[in-house]
């Protein structure tokens, strides 16, 4: 059974930095794509970050392009979002999903999520 946990979210000011780790387990991942989505409240899921497990290949949503960074360990089974220069309208719980093969940005597309893990930036 696939799991994903994530961790490393908190509280910082804006300018600041997190790293965010998601912990895959429960089968190869060779053929998958790892993404990252948030959710501010009253407000839809959004696409962040995806990575193609097998390539390296990466997407991000124009919001966050240039200040995140979504990587891979392939030892480690982990996938990782460093988040730079933060804003206040970054703040959302993050969750970490799963799906096989093709990237794409629409949450309902992913099938497996972990538990999310709340970012909060203060102004």
């Known amino acids: 059974q696939v799991q994903l946990v994530e961790s490393g979210g908190g509280l910082v000011q804006a300018g600041g930095s997190l790293r965010l780790s998601c912990a895959a387990s429960?089968?190869?991942?060779?053929?998958?794509?790892l993404g990252w989505f948030r959710q501010a409240p009253e407000k839809e899921r959004e696409f962040v970050a995806a990575?193609?497990?097998?390539?390296?290949?990466?997407v991000y949503a124009s919001s966050v392009k240039g200040r995140f960074t979504i990587s891979r360990d392939n030892a480690k089974n982990t996938v990782s979002l460093q988040m730079n220069s933060l804003k206040p309208e970054d703040t959302a719980v993050y969750y970490c999903?799963?799906?096989?093969?093709?990237?794409?940005?629409?949450?309902?597309?992913?099938?497996?999520w972990g538990q999310g893990t709340q970012v909060t930036v203060s102004s």
């Open positions: 999903a799963a799906r096989p093969n093709v990237v794409t940005m629409t949450a309902p597309d992913y099938d497996y």
């Open positions: 429960g089968r190869t991942f060779s053929n998958y794509i």
């Open positions: 990575i193609r497990w097998s390539s390296g290949r990466t």
